[in-house]
């Protein structure tokens, strides 16, 4: 058995070894705070997409286009919401067929990032919640769904209505499901997305046979969208009435209204007072000081953009007109829905910011840096550290504002039907013409994205379903 | 110690990381005699299959003369034409509607003593008859749809209508759903028909 000699240690050396540690981890902690200034400094998602929305609200879905694809094809983290802006963009230049394939990968990835990784979790501690993979907000899940039932509808319709069925149970399953470590059921509150139960609805009535379905959802949607009233005539149609009258066929108007939400960084100002009234108190009963809170708290806002359209008329001449009614409205439900989980949301900053304090505390405690120097560095390398959080501005840029529909019944053939959008101040925009076929007994969609009183890419007419 | 405790912290911290990745998304082929998922919020598979074996088997085996009238001087299975199942019950069926469509229509397609006539056929009908499924009751509106029916080269002889029914009872948290598939045979000409109904009693524990 080997023994080891003990050699007597001077406390000069130990003290200068402490130093030497303490100037070696004073360099790296600074080091670690350029980093992290750096990558808090990197440009949020919402500076980011700012300029494609620009470009594709004022008609231009080139630039918008060109920006996307340069965005898209390198690996950053909001990757996923700009593919998910380039599918609505694909869609309206009418390649349908694109946008679903970029929409359905994204609908699974997100599927999959909805499970916690522990991994990403610790780095969010460490950095902010950028770090974390985007598993999209409740809306943008659900809407995904429909804007991939819309897509399918003007292509070819086959999955049209697994598309919608996808929707409505997403939506269910969300609402069932409390958020990650929360007891309470936040999402209880949530607005239900009108729009795909009315999908769904209209495909079932189309069929002739199916009208108990039509019935129950056209019951649902009257609840879910009150606003809607046009859904009173619809589901008088499924308890009584047929279809379409014999000969004649339905044109349903879907319209992608306004400006949709998006996010923006805004400071938590009530946490941040209480965070630095907290800080101050520790300071002044401990031995260690903690980081003032001198960077704010930062958290994601939704912002919905003002009502600039009040509705789109459709008319056939001679035939038949109509306004669309809102039967979505996204950026309502966009800013509940996020209103709702608030809470949630905040008290991540807030456990982060309390980590990172601790962490400041207890590398001061493992270095006994007890001198006003130390403390002051470590001080400010916590603050820098907290600094460079950023808030999680990750949205799907390119959602509309809201979703409106209007339904016309006529006579089988070809038809010219007019869209022209009305402003809230009562401004006309162009008409716009589009020829429709109408085939006895069944649907035709047509399908237009008035963010303004112009309409942005195509307006997207299907086969007759 | 502390270098210890270091050591055991970053192998927990690390046996942490690995444990909680995220799973990579997995599936299996359930093998024929292998038992079905039990919904816990709405009826699945294992409520909608035994119902519509129960209810069609019953059906099969009765045969009601009443019903086989007008095809049994001409020595041919009976001609029917299954309009549709109208959904009743307290949940919605969702993609099982069709499939619930697909069995009862695969069944009688099996039976020697049924010839099913294809929905489409009958969709044309309605569409050019401007009717509903649920005015089929009516022995006019029947005869008139059996007649775009025989124009289209598919005479029948009877409809066929499936309705899914519920009854809820609650005991606290507890729900007790009673599920019931009616079937409905209606001869086209005389207007006879026979019923079968399967029922089956399902307890949710929430």
């Not at chain 1, 004073?26 to 949020?44: I, K, M, Q, W």
């Not at chain 1, 949630?344 to 001061?364: H, M």
């Not at chain 2, 009743?88 to 969702?94: L, T």
């Amino acid at each position: 058995m080997s023994t080891r000699k003990l050699r007597p240690v001077s406390y000069a050396s130990v003290a200068g070894a402490t130093e030497v540690a303490r100037g070696t981890v004073v360099r790296n902690l600074a080091r670690l705070t350029v980093l992290l200034l750096c990558l808090g400094g990197c440009a949020t998602h919402s500076q980011k997409a700012a300029s494609v929305r620009e470009a594709f609200y004022a008609g231009d879905t080139g630039t918008a286009r060109a920006a996307l694809a340069e965005l898209t094809s390198q690996r950053s983290h909001d990757r996923d919401v700009l593919l998910l802006d380039k599918a609505v963009v694909d869609l309206f230049l009418g390649q349908p067929r694109t946008a679903q394939r970029l929409l359905r990968d994204v609908r699974d990835r997100f599927d999959y990032f909805e499970q916690l990784d522990l991994r990403e979790q610790i780095l969010s501690i460490v950095t902010d919640d950028r770090s974390v993979a985007y598993p999209g907000e409740d809306y943008e899940k659900v809407l995904i769904r429909v804007m991939l039932a819309f897509a399918d509808l003007v292509d070819d319709g086959d999955d049209v209505l697994a598309y919608a069925l996808q929707a409505i149970q997403k939506q269910q399953e969300l609402t069932e499901t409390p958020l990650p470590g929360m007891s309470e059921n936040l999402r209880k509150s949530y607005k239900q997305v009108a729009v795909a139960a009315y999908l769904y609805a209209v495909l079932r009535e189309a069929t002739y046979t199916d009208y108990d379905d039509a019935e129950r959802w056209y019951t649902r949607v009257a609840a879910w969208a009150p606003q809607f009233s046009r859904v009173r005539l619809d589901l008088e149609r499924a308890r009584k009435g047929v279809f379409a009258r014999p000969g004649n066929g339905v044109v349903y108007v879907f319209v992608f209204a306004d400006r949709g939400p998006y996010k923006v960084e805004s400071v938590e100002a009530p946490t941040t007072v209480s965070l630095a009234i907290a800080s101050a108190l520790i300071t002044a009963l401990g031995d260690y000081s903690v980081p003032p809170t001198i960077a704010p708290v930062k958290v994601p806002k939704v912002v919905a953009p003002p009502r600039r359209l009040d509705r789109v008329d459709v008319a056939v001449p001679g035939r038949a007109t109509g306004h669309c009614e809102t039967l979505t409205d996204i950026n309502r439900m966009a800013v509940e829905q996020f209103e709702a989980i608030r809470p949630w949301v905040v008290a991540r900053a807030v456990a982060r910011r309390i980590v990172k304090k601790a962490a400041v505390v207890g590398v001061k405690d493992a270095l006994g840096a007890r001198d006003p120097v130390a403390q002051l560095a470590l001080d400010l390398a916590g603050v820098a550290w907290e600094a460079a959080e950023r808030a999680d501005t990750r949205c799907w840029s390119l959602l509309p504002g809201r979703i409106d529909a209007t339904r016309l019944e006529l006579p089988a053939g070809e038809h010219p039907i007019t869209l022209q959008a009305v402003g809230v101040d009562g401004r006309l925009g162009p008409p716009i013409r589009q020829s429709v076929q109408v085939a006895p007994g069944k649907a035709t969609f047509v399908l237009g994205y008035f963010p303004s009183l112009r309409p942005v890419g195509r307006v997207l007419v299907s086969e007759p379903y | 110690m502390r270098k210890a405790f270091g050591h055991v912290a970053a192998a927990a911290v690390l046996a942490a990381c690995v444990a909680a990745c995220r799973s990579t998304p997995t599936a299996h082929v359930l093998s024929p005699g292998a038992a079905d998922l039990v919904g816990t919020q709405r009826a699945g598979a294992e409520t909608y299959r035994p119902l519509v074996e129960q209810a069609v088997m019953k059906l099969l085996s009765r045969q009601r003369p009443s019903v086989q009238t007008a095809a049994a001087g001409r020595g041919r299975p009976l001609r029917v034409c299954f309009v549709g199942i109208e959904n009743r019950s307290a949940e919605e069926m969702g993609d099982f509607k069709d499939q619930v469509y697909e069995m009862i229509d695969t069944m009688l397609e099996n039976n020697a003593a049924f010839q099913p006539v294809s929905r489409r056929y009958l969709q044309a009908a309605l569409r050019e008859t401007g009717l509903r499924p649920d005015q089929l009751f009516i022995p006019a509106n029947m005869r008139q749809v059996a007649t775009v029916l025989e124009q289209q080269g598919q005479p029948v002889d009877c409809l066929l209508f499936a309705k899914l029914t519920s009854g809820t009872t609650a005991a606290g948290k507890d729900v007790q759903r009673d599920y019931m598939l009616t079937l409905e045979v209606i001869n086209v000409q005389t207007g006879d028909y026979d019923k079968e109904s399967a029922l089956l009693r399902k307890h949710y524990h929430r």
